[in-house]
């Protein structure tokens, strides 16, 4: 389930003692990826080695992830807001009504960090100190601006359903130009971007391998459950294939 193991040397995947006792490998296909160059702020510090800079690895990242927490700071104060988001190639576009805190204060162009997580795993480690978490996360840092042209709106509306549920646009009644105008997009380029990821076992110190305590991996995802039909939902409508077989990809 984890991304790009045979694209990037295996230090920038791999956390820990296995990373730096293992010489960096590329696979026979040796694609190197590109990179988004770190800056002074995206350059993961602490676990070095599990920060990402290669763009295909963020876009999955981004990809398979659906919610975002948006960071900015208004009148002295920090706010994150979860919200839906897509990315539509390099930019991250996410959208709320035109009233809210975060569309007001955002649109007028002020910095943002925004952030997207995703769970893979809990880490038992023989001590309570070296538990820990598989995951993969990606850090956005920029300056989002408001999308003005309807075009650039529509694709960007279509991005957020479509990602999530593929088929879903075209079944569904499209915004109207009252929907399009109480809805507020704004576009953030992806230009000063990280990502980090976590995989495999616990990384326990070396006296604690010989504790009779049970170490190892609890993977998590996320599972869809049965579609529960609206019961103003005229019975005669079948459930779309991607409701009755939702799948995250
Ligand atoms: C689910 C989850 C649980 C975590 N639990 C812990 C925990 O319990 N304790 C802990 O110390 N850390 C935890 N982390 C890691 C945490 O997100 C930070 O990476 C870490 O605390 C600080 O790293 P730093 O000093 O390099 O970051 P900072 O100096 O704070 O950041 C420097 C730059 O590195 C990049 N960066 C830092 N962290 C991430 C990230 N996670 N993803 C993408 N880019 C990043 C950003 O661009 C950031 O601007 C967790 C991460 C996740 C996703």
């Given at each position: 389930m984890f991304i790009h193991a045979d694209?990037?040397?295996?230090?920038?995947?791999?956390?820990?003692?296995?990373?730096?006792?293992?010489?960096?490998?590329?696979?026979?296909?040796?694609?190197?990826?590109?990179?988004?160059?770190p800056t002074e702020r995206t350059r993961v510090v602490r676990e070095a080695?599990?920060?990402?800079?290669?763009?295909?690895?963020?876009h999955k990242i981004l990809d398979e992830g659906f919610v975002c927490h948006v960071g900015f700071s208004a009148n002295g104060q920090p706010y994150v807001i979860p919200t839906l988001f897509a990315r539509v190639g390099d930019a991250l576009y996410f959208h709320g009504s035109a009233a809210s805190r975060m569309l007001r204060n955002v649109a007028d162009g002020i910095p943002v960090c925004v952030t997207v997580t995703l769970t893979d795993g809990f880490v038992l480690a023989r001590s309570v100190f070296n538990h820990s978490m598989n995951y993969r996360s990606v850090v956005a840092l920029g300056k989002a601006t408001l999308v003005d042209a309807p075009d650039e709106k529509l694709t960007a509306l279509r991005a957020f359903t479509e990602k999530i549920l593929p088929g879903r646009w075209n079944d569904a009644r499209q915004p109207n130009e009252k929907e399009l105008k109480s809805t507020s997009i704004l576009r953030l380029p992806l230009t000063?971007?990280?990502?980090?990821?976590?995989?495999?076992?616990?990384?326990?110190?070396?006296?604690?391998?010989?504790?009779?305590?049970?170490?190892?991996?609890?993977?998590?995802?996320?599972?869809?459950?049965?579609?529960i039909r609206d019961e103003r939902c005229d019975a005669s409508i079948p459930t779309p294939a991607y409701a009755a077989h939702y799948r995250r990809s």
């Amino acid at each position: 389930m984890f991304i790009h193991a045979d694209l990037a040397p295996a230090t920038n995947q791999m956390g820990g003692r296995e990373a730096a006792g293992s010489a960096p490998s590329f696979s026979m296909r040796c694609i190197v990826p590109e990179t988004i160059p770190p800056t002074e702020r995206t350059r993961v510090v602490r676990e070095a080695q599990r920060g990402v800079y290669d763009r295909e690895s963020i876009h999955k990242i981004l990809d398979e992830g659906f919610v975002c927490h948006v960071g900015f700071s208004a009148n002295g104060q920090p706010y994150v807001i979860p919200t839906l988001f897509a990315r539509v190639g390099d930019a991250l576009y996410f959208h709320g009504s035109a009233a809210s805190r975060m569309l007001r204060n955002v649109a007028d162009g002020i910095p943002v960090c925004v952030t997207v997580t995703l769970t893979d795993g809990f880490v038992l480690a023989r001590s309570v100190f070296n538990h820990s978490m598989n995951y993969r996360s990606v850090v956005a840092l920029g300056k989002a601006t408001l999308v003005d042209a309807p075009d650039e709106k529509l694709t960007a509306l279509r991005a957020f359903t479509e990602k999530i549920l593929p088929g879903r646009w075209n079944d569904a009644r499209q915004p109207n130009e009252k929907e399009l105008k109480s809805t507020s997009i704004l576009r953030l380029p992806l230009t000063e971007v990280s990502a980090k990821i976590r995989t495999g076992p616990p990384e326990d110190d070396v006296p604690d391998y010989a504790l009779p305590v049970w170490a190892g991996v609890i993977p998590l995802r996320l599972v869809p459950g049965a579609p529960i039909r609206d019961e103003r939902c005229d019975a005669s409508i079948p459930t779309p294939a991607y409701a009755a077989h939702y799948r995250r990809s």
